[in-house]
């Protein structure tokens, strides 16, 4: 289940004032059943598509939908500014969304913290209609180039520093990072 003594997935829940939503559990345990095959630990050159598409059926099973393949008609589209006649005029694509919970999934791999792919969701989710939380998924350990990347401990940094500090605040209702 784990690689050496760290427990997985890692994971943490912003802010940390806040207990964790329920569905929390779930999605956690979505990437706890899958471990023996996107375990970053583990398994070297794990893409995010490969990942969102083994959570798929676990997340369908609780409500989200997912992101079925790269084609227009298959992606996931969440509204951020309307125009004229109530057109939706920007909108991103997410991994996953959550109608009810307002819960938006962004999977993240290889060179992710390193290129700033964490910011740029933090904010892309922020912005989005009827979104309230982020689940942002971040491999525990990237091994590109022949140094190794610890995208999940570079975001947990930037998060509470975010977090930590007056100076942003975000819409959110809460956050939830995983490292898997």
Partial sequence: MSAGADPYPRWKYY?????????VRGVVDAFTGLSDEIDSRRNSGVKSDQVLARLRSPLETQGF???????QADKILRPVLFGENGATRVAYEVDAFHP??????????????????????????????????????????YGGGGAVIRSYERTRDRIDAIYASDRLRLPLDGLLLVGY
Avoid: Q
């Fill in 15 to 23: 802010p940390a004032r806040s207990p964790a939503p329920v569905w």
């Fill in 100 to 141: 009810e919970h307002g819960v938006v999934i962004e999977i993240e791999a290889g060179r992710g913290a390193a290129n700033n792919a964490d910011y740029r969701d933090i904010i892309r989710a922020s912005l989005m209609v009827d979104a309230r939380y982020l689940v942002l998924a971040m491999m525990l350990s």
């Fill in 65 to 71: 939908m997912v992101e079925t393949s790269k084609a």
